[in-house]
């Protein structure tokens, strides 16, 4: 025998080293020492011993005659002692480097002292720790019972011969072993990195993936499984359901994935048994359909302590102690970004594109050539990685423009997937078909006429289209959210807040998918349809108090977040040939003001252009109307001969009609237009006829919407008339008239005219020398515009102030004024305020004047200043006098 060798006694045991603060932690500590002894194990304790030496020889000497370090902590870092820079509670962990280390935290932990957390951070980043929550004494004599049986497992199995590697003895792989992608994970390294803290840093022992068929729930979960597998003593186990039909057939199919030999009855109680001493990470792939099989899952992560379960599926397993985590669909870039190759490039859904594009053509590369059609591919598969991929495939035949030019058909586009992916990932049909097969026949039929929604919905739009209003029938209004709440939890439906209430979508593809369904049965798809009209048209049309000024902001923003839905039902009444209601909400009812002051006229110029089309089929009085809608939007599109057309036949419609309150409104117009063209002898006549047409009416005959239209048609043949005066320098005239236009705007709370109003007031305010006068109604009336979401009547406001400060000689004011006004208008269109009013100096001519006023430096800085600003709010920068 050699000198070196060393000769034990008989009572010769393994020593555990338990590391803890004293006081906040006797319980736990006595916990420990229990679960040590119960082993026939020595526990080595700081104040078991006699101490007659200072305290950090007493534990250098423990921790040096020990085999295994135990660290329990809490909230207290613990004594730091004159002349040293750490606790004893951290100099331990530290000296106890080379023994295997078992950590235990116990959480909740709402005082923790800063120091521990910091330490704490850093020992979840050793990869030779082990590390756990618990929550008292008895689940934490479990966990160190346990991990202290699966030690010496190890430390005795690593003693042995090892054959096969990760294999077998002949080196085929081990039954659920983990699969090994074949590709590369794009844009899901936050994401791994999240789940990891989850059940490294919080320990959480179950976590369940959810998402939409095609997210890429099952990959993400492989990821991170390869990650955590280094710290799970027993490594991990993959079980892919996908193929399993029912639930009872889920524990053999877990047991041959942990290479178990077993069946019948037994099969449960062996799996449970396997388990039960072992630190283990369980990868339950597929879940969905096998959900009866939920309880499984709780009974095998209550019978053994060490077990940690990953699952993916399309709906959450409902168990306590389940952490869902929501898998995102790859990051796009909006319309609004930068569509170069080089931004492009920055987004993880092109990034996935380009990469899977040069698998199938290697020469594929982002180029100023097809960098936006792929972004908008992108875009419009909402990021969803399975639809891109396919996407992608084909572009050996089709280079991104056609390809994108094709994705209308989605469905039968994104076909052709690799032959080693399961059978419901090699289309995007088959894919949304496995899915929509696992729900019963109600949710079904929902899910389907969800398909109408265009945009965000709430749930009594939901309601409003799958049933009669919910006080007809209380009970069917809860089935709905109930059936609703099903869609979301599988991962068809997603949940959304809109300031504080609760809104629900579907992705663009799924989408199609409900509509696709909802099309094979024409009954339900023309009654979801108008059923989906009738509700946003009530929903659009103002009421009373909507019309007032408390009230129309509110109804501009509710509108505006059903701006999608709202579209969606125009287009499928004027598709549908039910022109009446699209007419009486654009033109009858005030509707038009929402999308005049949101920015939103090319959509009603569509409507309102479909309805010119078919309008020779209605009565005078709504074909008159009709022609009258296009020929506002042509005016405000700057189409003067074409809209002055529209508006002379529809004057001679209403005259038909007798309807003198909207008469006096299109000659109006019609006066306004021949002011424009600078025919002032007809202009002239047609506002004097208009004003006959309201004196005939009175002011005192009207409510509701007649009431405001009246005030409207007030203020603006004040404008008109007003416009003239000042074009022929009757400055005081004018300024009278605009006064007048103006109070009648305010009477009516209406921003149409209130901005019309304020603007020709402050020119002239200008015209008359009254400076201060016009730069506060301009002030006020960008605030106005601006509140409502009318950024681009904010830009021209903005241009007027602009030229108020060339005049006031405040060039490098006027200078940062024209800079914001560009920059709004570059980014909301020309809007609708220059047709109405004449527009301040702007453009090319008014930046060579200030120019030649300003020194270079300081009017670029000014420029640069003014643009950078305009986003900040229109408001604000119409108020800063600097």
């Known amino acids: 025998?050699?000198?070196?060798?060393?000769?034990?006694?008989?009572?010769?045991?393994?020593?555990?080293?338990?590391?803890?603060?004293?006081?906040?932690?006797?319980?736990?500590?006595?916990?420990?020492?229990?679960?040590?002894?119960?082993?026939?194990?020595?526990?080595?304790?700081?104040?078991?011993?006699?101490?007659?030496?200072?305290?950090?020889?007493?534990?250098?000497?423990?921790?040096?005659?020990?085999?295994?370090?135990?660290?329990?902590?809490?909230?207290?870092?613990?004594?730091?002692?004159?002349?040293?820079?750490?606790?004893?509670?951290?100099?331990?962990?530290?000296?106890?480097?080379?023994?295997?280390?078992?950590?235990?935290?116990?959480?909740?932990?709402?005082?923790?002292?800063?120091?521990?957390?910091?330490?704490?951070?850093?020992?979840?980043?050793?990869?030779?720790?082990?590390?756990?929550?618990?929550?008292?004494?008895?689940?934490?004599?479990g966990l160190v019972e346990n991990d202290l049986a699966v030690l010496l497992s190890e430390r005795f199995q690593a003693a042995q011969p090892r054959v096969g590697g990760a294999g077998d003895a002949q080196g085929a792989p081990l039954a659920g072993a983990l699969p090994v992608p074949a590709t590369p994970l794009v844009g899901r390294d936050r994401d791994a990195a999240a789940i990891r803290d989850l059940v490294v840093g919080e320990g959480v022992r179950l976590v369940t993936l959810t998402g939409a068929g095609g997210v890429g729930k099952s990959r993400l979960a492989v990821e991170?499984?390869?990650?955590?597998?280094p710290g799970f003593a027993d490594g991990v186990r993959f079980a892919d359901l996908t193929t399993v039909p029912a639930a009872e057939l889920v524990a053999p199919t877990v047991a041959a994935a942990l290479g178990l030999n077993t069946s019948g009855a037994q099969v449960i109680s062996d799996v449970m048994a396997y388990l039960r001493p072992r630190r283990l990470l369980l990868v339950l792939d597929n879940f969905e359909q096998v959900m009866l099989a939920a309880p499984l899952v709780a009974d095998l992560l209550t019978a053994a302590r060490g077990l940690v379960v990953l699952v993916t599926s399309r709906m959450v397993l409902r168990l306590s102690g389940e952490h869902d985590v929501q898998v995102p669909t790859l990051p796009v870039p909006d319309t609004t970004a930068d569509s170069g190759a080089a931004a492009v490039q920055q987004y993880a859904g092109v990034r996935l594109f380009v990469e899977r594009a040069r698998a199938v053509a290697p020469g594929f590369g982002l180029t100023s050539g097809n960098a936006a059609a792929v972004a908008e591919i992108c875009r419009r598969l909402d990021g969803l990685p399975l639809a891109i991929e396919l996407a992608a495939a084909r572009v050996k035949l089709l280079p991104p423009q056609a390809l994108l030019a094709r994705l209308d058909d989605r469905m039968g586009l994104l076909t052709g997937g690799a032959v080693d992916l399961p059978e419901r990932q090699r289309t995007l049909r088959t894919t949304l078909d496995w899915s929509f097969g696992l729900l019963p026949a109600g949710q079904q039929a929902l899910f389907a006429r969800l398909g109408v929604f265009a945009g965000t919905f709430g749930l009594p739009a939901v309601e409003a289209i799958y049933h009669e209003p919910a006080a007809a029938d209380p009970g069917q209004a809860g089935q709905v959210?109930?059936?609703?709440?099903?869609?979301?939890?599988?991962?068809?439906?997603?949940?959304?807040?809109?300031?504080?209430?609760?809104?629900?979508?579907?992705?663009?593809?799924?989408?199609?998918?409900?509509?696709?369904?909802?099309?094979?049965?024409?009954?339900?798809?023309?009654?979801?349809?108008?059923?989906?009209?009738?509700?946003?048209?009530?929903?659009?049309?103002?009421?009373?108090?909507e019309l007032e000024d408390h009230g129309q902001l509110e109804w501009l923003d509710r509108l505006e977040t059903d701006h999608g839905n709202l579209a969606a039902a125009l287009s499928w009444l004027a598709d549908q040939d039910q022109l009446e209601p699209v007419l009486r909400l654009m033109f009858i009812n005030g509707a038009w003001r929402f999308w005049w002051l949101r920015g939103h006229l090319d959509e009603l110029a569509r409507n309102a252009e479909a309805i010119a089309a078919k309008s020779e089929r209605l009565p005078p009085w709504e074909h008159g109307l009709a022609l009258a809608a296009a020929g506002f939007h042509r005016q405000a599109m700057g189409d003067q001969a074409s809209s002055l057309r529209l508006f002379e036949q529809s004057l001679?419609?209403?005259?038909?009609?007798?309807?003198?309150?909207?008469?006096?409104?299109?000659?109006?117009?019609?006066?306004?237009?021949?002011?424009?063209?600078?025919?002032?002898?007809?202009?002239?006549?047609?506002?004097?006829?208009?004003?006959?047409?309201?004196?005939?009416?009175?002011?005192?005959?009207?409510?509701?919407?007649?009431?405001?239209?009246?005030?409207?048609?007030?203020?603006?043949?004040?404008?008109?008339?007003?416009?003239?005066?000042l074009s022929q320098g009757d400055h005081n005239g004018a300024a009278q008239l605009f006064t007048e236009a103006l109070i009648a705007a305010r009477h009516g709370s209406d921003r149409f005219t209130l901005l019309i109003s304020r603007y020709d007031l402050a020119l002239a305010s200008q015209a008359q020398g009254d400076l201060r006068g016009?730069?506060?109604?301009?002030?006020?009336?960008?605030?106005?515009?601006?509140?409502?979401?009318?950024?681009?009547?904010?830009?021209?406001?903005?241009?007027?102030?602009?030229?108020?400060?060339?005049?006031?000689?405040?060039?490098?004011?006027?200078?940062?004024?024209?800079?914001?006004?560009?920059?709004?208008?570059?980014?909301?269109?020309?809007?609708?305020?220059?047709a109405w009013v004449p527009r301040a100096p702007h453009g090319d001519d008014a930046l060579a004047v200030l120019r030649s006023r300003t020194d270079g430096a300081a009017f670029d800085d000014a420029w640069a200043r003014g643009r950078s600003i305009a986003g900040k709010g229109a408001g604000e920068v119409a108020l800063d006098g600097s």
Request: charged share 25%; proline share 5%; glycine share 8%.
């Open 481 to 545: 959210m109930d059936m609703l709440g099903a869609l979301v939890d599988s991962s068809l439906v997603q949940p959304e807040t809109h300031d504080g209430e609760p809104r629900f979508r579907l992705l663009h593809t799924i989408r199609e998918y409900a509509l696709a369904r909802l099309r094979e049965d024409s009954g339900n798809w023309r009654e979801a349809h108008d059923r989906h009209a009738a509700y946003f048209l009530a929903l659009a049309e103002p009421a009373g108090p």
């Open 1 to 141: 025998m050699a000198e070196t060798d060393v000769i034990r006694t008989p009572d010769q045991r393994l020593r555990v080293f338990v590391s803890s603060t004293l006081q906040e932690l006797a319980a736990e500590r006595q916990a420990v020492r229990d679960a040590v002894a119960g082993l026939r194990l020595v526990p080595v304790m700081f104040e078991l011993g006699a101490r007659p030496h200072p305290p950090r020889q007493v534990y250098r000497a423990y921790l040096a005659q020990s085999q295994v370090f135990v660290g329990v902590y809490w909230q207290s870092y613990g004594w730091v002692a004159p002349g040293e820079q750490v606790s004893g509670l951290e100099d331990e962990y530290r000296l106890a480097a080379g023994l295997p280390r078992l950590i235990y935290v116990k959480s909740p932990a709402p005082e923790r002292e800063p120091r521990l957390a910091r330490m704490l951070a850093r020992i979840r980043d050793d990869a030779d720790v082990s590390y756990q929550h618990f929550s008292d004494p008895g689940q934490l004599r």
């Open 774 to 834: 016009a730069a506060g109604l301009l002030a006020e009336g960008c605030r106005i515009a601006a509140g409502a979401g009318d950024m681009a009547s904010a830009g021209y406001y903005l241009e007027a102030l602009a030229d108020v400060a060339r005049l006031q000689d405040n060039p490098q004011r006027a200078v940062r004024l024209l800079a914001s006004a560009g920059a709004l208008l570059e980014a909301n269109g020309s809007g609708w305020l220059h």
């Open 652 to 725: 001679a419609l209403l005259r038909q009609s007798g309807d003198k309150l909207r008469i006096a409104y299109i000659s109006a117009v019609l006066g306004h237009l021949s002011a424009l063209q600078h025919d002032y002898a007809r202009a002239s006549d047609l506002l004097e006829q208009s004003q006959a047409q309201l004196h005939q009416v009175g002011d005192d005959e009207f409510t509701g919407p007649d009431r405001v239209q009246h005030l409207l048609d007030v203020a603006l043949l004040h404008n008109f008339l007003g416009q003239i005066r």
């Open 224 to 229: 991170v499984a390869s990650r955590l597998g």
